[in-house]
């Protein structure tokens, strides 16, 4: 946890300097991105004043601090900072990691008001990357974690006028737009919602009248019917004012939330396209947990899915999480260096190092070709069959022409007293599940620009761009998408499996 800071004029670090003996809360970090954000700042900013993490107790641990070292501590995330200097990390974490038992969704995070100012006087900068990132969630669930929320973030701001605030949101607010896709306020591609004069979205109304249908919604039905219908709801909704999902289409209202609460304040807006493993920090690869593409990696390694709807010339753009997590320390610095203005960066690859759909299912499949042997947790044996990416129009007519002969079969099977599911046809379920949830970002009509975030990293100086880089330009594709994050899946992402010689299953056999 060298502090890498110089004193010589050019070469000094704008950001460590902004940085030093700044206090920092953080939400989020139980998730992936937030993990990686507090590691880069243990590591490469050791004279922060300190890091404050609100943290919501579980039925396993109850307060901030016991689940922080249970739950977050305990990742190998910190795995480099551990081998480098274990009695530094700890130290660290005794003397400025500050656990805050709270819920970012409740009034005053759930606190007293006391405790609540008292914070609210203690911080800086706050960074907010807690979210719902379920494309399909319920609407209530999604409206409430990922724009309701954000007015209790905005409660903590007006204590504090001078904070600044980092709210992380996703390129996808973008929706159904097409063509190049710039860093400012996003305008809905479906009904029209009243703008105001300052840039941002009028959205109050429109918040009242999707509580009143989901007020409705609840009234009429209960248990699972009732989740199934508010998930139907918030899709239905998103598709009327121009989104795929519920996810993009409640972070894109929290945008226009936080843009009028905070009108006049400190304010950046970071979006990150489809965020995976690690490009180089903590360690090549890293990564927790299953993303977006992996999910299609996934079924493709397992030979679940050989057809998918996408188009092979579609920019499917891929951002490395040390790259956003980057991003978000070099925004809060010059947040905090020039502060009172709105701000707003996507953290993305497809205009600068674009990478086609087409080229990340052939980097994929090559790899799986000639080495899968290297990834046992993620292939089991060498995959047989081709993946396919084809217009939406044709999927539909493959899969349900197939599935209708297969469903008579599988329930002749069921008659005759076989009750084993017909392989064939739950792969096409499979198949048919992830293009619901995940083909329209496979089949992509627009392009993700980021000349802001670019021209701020020229602005922070050479020293900067080297420890915190954000320029998706440095990244081979191949290398990236073949060794470092296959590998990272399969090293990090998956659970070792457990695997038996014949020798060892005879002898299980005759100890039984």
Known sequence: MANKQTTSGESASGVLEQLSGKHVLITGTTG????????????????????????????????????????IATSSVFDRLRHEDNDA???????????????????????????????????????NSAASVNFREELDKALQINTLCLNN???????????????????????????????????????????????????????????????????RYSGKALEKKLVELGIREANQYGWSDTYTFTKWLGEQLLMKALAG??????????????LEE???????????????????????????PGKRSGIIDVIPVDLVANGIILSMAEALAVPGKRRIYQCC????????????????????????????QLFYRKPTKPFLAVNRRLFDMVVGGLRVPLSFAD?????????????????????????????????????????????????????DRLLFPIDARQIDWSLYLRKIHIGGLNRYALKERKVYSLRSAKTRKKAA
Request: with cysteine; proline share 4%; charged share 25%.
């Open 89 to 127: 990390f700890e130290s660290f974490m005794d003397s400025r990691i500050h656990c805050i038992t709270g819920e970012v969704t409740e009034p005053r995070f759930g606190m007293d008001t006391a405790a609540f100012k008292k914070l609210a006087g203690n911080i800086d900068a706050f960074v």
């Open 32 to 71: 992936f991105l937030g993990k990686v954000v507090l590691e880069k700042l243990i590591r490469a900013v050791p004279e922060i004043g300190g890091i404050h993490l609100l943290i919501r107790g579980n039925r396993n641990h109850s307060d901030a601090r016991s689940r922080f070292l249970n739950e």
């Open 411 to 463: 329930r002749a099977l069921r008659l005759t007293g076989q009750n084993r599911e017909l392989k064939m046809l739950k792969n096409l379920d499979t198949s048919r599940s992830l293009a619901t949830i995940f083909g329209f970002y496979t089949a992509p009509d627009y392009i993700f620009r980021n000349d802001s975030l670019l021209a701020l990293a020229s602005r922070m100086g050479e020293l």
């Open 282 to 308: 903590p360690a090549p690869g890293w990564i927790e947990g299953v993303k977006v593409a992996d999910a299609i990696i996934l079924a493709y390694a397992r030979e679940k899915v050989s057809l998918f």
């Open 265 to 278: 304040r400190s304010l950046t807006i970071l979006r990150p396209s489809i965020i995976e493993s690690a």
């Open 349 to 376: 690859s497809g205009s600068s190092n674009p990478l086609s759909l087409g080229e990340f299912i052939d980097h994929v499949m090559a790899e799986a070709r000639h080495h899968h042997d290297d990834y046992q």
């Open 153 to 219: 973030v905005a409660a903590l701001a007006d204590l504090n006028p001078d904070m600044a605030v980092i709210q992380v949101s996703t390129c996808y607010v973008n929706g159904k737009n097409s063509g190049q896709v710039t860093e400012s306020v996003i305008k809905p591609a479906g009904e029209a919602i009243p703008r105001s004069t300052n840039g941002y979205y009028e959205i109050e109304e429109l918040v009242h009248l999707l509580e009143d249908k989901i007020a409705d919604v609840r009234a």
